[in-house]
Nanobody, 122 residues
């Protein structure tokens, strides 16, 4: 079970930092990803990172605004969200893969958090 935190209500143009950690294990050697699901829409990948942060992926919709990072020692993942827009409103889920390589495929993620709601007001 993963625990995502840091969501909340923010005005457009503002910033939020989401964090993700495992309750009973370390994620130091796992690739991690952030997904989101907006009301009435399918879940989509937002960002992904390999186990040590050397490789990252950002969806086109968030490039230049979001940053994904990972603290290998703590096994914690982060999603820094800057210049947020109303269309970023969604439930954000963090996930950890079984392997260490970066992946954008949801099916390759083994561990999922419950999600944290991000609401961006205009």
């Amino acid at each position: 079970q993963l625990q995502a935190s840091g969501g909340g209500l923010v005005q457009a143009g503002g910033s939020l930092r989401l964090s993700c950690a495992a309750a009973k294990r370390t994620l130091s050697n796992n690739a991690m990803g952030w997904f989101r699901q907006a009301p009435g829409k399918e879940r989509e990948i937002v960002a992904a990172i390999n186990w040590n942060g050397a490789a990252t992926y950002l969806a086109d919709s968030v490039k230049g605004r979001f940053t994904i990072s990972k603290d290998v020692a703590r096994g914690t993942g982060y999603l820094q969200m800057n210049s947020v827009k109303p269309e970023d409103t969604a439930v954000y889920y963090c996930a950890a893969a079984l392997g260490s390589a970066l992946t954008t495929e949801a099916s390759r993620y083994r561990y999922w958090g419950r999600g944290t709601l991000v609401t961006v007001s205009s």
